[in-house]
């Protein structure tokens, strides 16, 4: 007798659903500790990494419990390639222009007009709770979806 004739159909499928179900909560837990520390370290410190190239730059910065991805597109070679790490105060830190914001997640985009053409800045802001709180939600589901069966369960008992 084979395993696969002596193990019952659902039984067998229900090995790998559970397999990626623990991977992916303990995964989205391990992250959802890191953006927490990342959070908390967000209200002492701000840091910013920036990389370029001529037409463009991505800022990703952050502070004051959010994260920032801020970009700004030049229609000319306007900045110099590379990439450069910074670290400072968050109150040094303001995003550009937010043309709306809920609850801390908000974005917005700038055009400044200069003799060479148009600048444009693109600014995204994500509140670091709403990532802890979306990177939770897995591993909450997980194990409050689990149920502990009864060993012995009899119609007749008046288990509740």
Request: net charge positive.
């Given at each position: 007798m084979t395993f696969a004739a002596a193990v019952p159909y659902h039984r067998r499928m229900r090995s790998p659903f559970r397999f990626?179900?623990?991977?992916?909560?303990?995964?989205?837990?391990?992250?959802?500790?890191?953006?927490?520390?990342?959070?908390?370290?967000s209200t002492m410190k701000m840091d910013q990494v920036r990389t370029a190239d001529p037409l463009r730059q991505t800022t990703l910065v952050s502070a004051n419990g959010e994260f920032?991805?801020?970009?700004?597109?030049?229609?000319v070679p306007e900045f110099e390639p590379g990439t450069s790490i910074a670290h400072a105060l968050p109150?040094?830190?303001?995003?550009?222009?937010?043309s709306w914001q809920v609850a801390g997640l908000g974005a917005g985009t700038e055009f400044l007009p200069t003799l060479d053409g148009p600048i444009?800045?693109?600014t995204l802001m994500i509140p670091l709770w709403l990532v802890v709180v979306l990177?939770?939600?897995?591993?909450?589901?997980?194990?409050?979806?689990r149920k502990l069966i009864p060993a012995a369960v009899t119609p007749d008992s008046n288990a509740f």
């Amino acid at each position: 007798m084979t395993f696969a004739a002596a193990v019952p159909y659902h039984r067998r499928m229900r090995s790998p659903f559970r397999f990626v179900t623990r991977l992916v909560a303990v995964l989205s837990l391990v992250a959802c500790v890191l953006v927490a520390s990342l959070w908390m370290r967000s209200t002492m410190k701000m840091d910013q990494v920036r990389t370029a190239d001529p037409l463009r730059q991505t800022t990703l910065v952050s502070a004051n419990g959010e994260f920032c991805v801020e970009t700004v597109t030049s229609i000319v070679p306007e900045f110099e390639p590379g990439t450069s790490i910074a670290h400072a105060l968050p109150s040094q830190y303001g995003p550009r222009t937010i043309s709306w914001q809920v609850a801390g997640l908000g974005a917005g985009t700038e055009f400044l007009p200069t003799l060479d053409g148009p600048i444009r800045y693109d600014t995204l802001m994500i509140p670091l709770w709403l990532v802890v709180v979306l990177l939770a939600t897995p591993p909450v589901l997980f194990w409050d979806g689990r149920k502990l069966i009864p060993a012995a369960v009899t119609p007749d008992s008046n288990a509740f």
